[in-house]
């Protein structure tokens, strides 16, 4: 599982069919992972792997790899998925969009009372209710309802 979602993968995919551009690819710094990638055209780019930077990109390769970056990810035998932003990885997009949302502690905010039709809140409650929530109106009480018929 690499944590792509679908749209992204398939643009990973046609960036793979872009490759063909890509002549050979050379390792000329493998510390800094940089490499010189030879195009098809008799040009050579400068892929800086290790910053993420490619010259056929004037910014920094924040997004998806570029063809250059796929042919030298391919040449080292890397995991393409590692050079995707974290953004594209479902995982993430689950933790943004899905978040578990938990309720905010009110300070002496008033609110309505459904049951009893009044305001309740603000200076009127002591110090200890207003860090508290209020309790849900109109909750039912678990269990079974009490029998009418006591004997
Ligand atoms: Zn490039």
Redesign the pocket.
């Known amino acids: 599982m690499n944590g792509v979602r679908e749209r992204i993968e398939q643009r990973i995919a046609d960036t793979y069919k872009q490759m063909g551009c890509v002549a050979a690819v050379e390792c000329y710094n493998m510390l800094l992972g940089e490499y010189s990638v030879l195009l098809t055209n008799r040009r050579k780019?400068v892929?800086k792997l290790g910053s993420q930077t490619?010259?056929?990109?004037k910014k920094k390769m924040t997004r998806l790899p570029?063809?250059?970056?796929l042919a030298v990810i391919t040449k080292a035998n890397l995991w393409v998925y590692h050079f995707v932003h974290p953004m594209y990885k479902a995982d993430t997009q689950r933790r943004i969009y899905n978040q578990v949302v938990y309720p905010m502690e009110m300070h002496d905010i008033a609110t309505v009372d459904d049951r009893a039709g009044r305001v309740v809140g603000g200076d009127e409650l002591d110090d200890d209710y207003k860090r508290c929530n209020l309790p849900l109106c109109n909750r039912r009480q678990s269990g079974r309802p009490p029998s009418k018929h006591k004997e």
């Open positions: 780019l892929m490619c010259i056929c990109r570029c063809c250059h970056a």
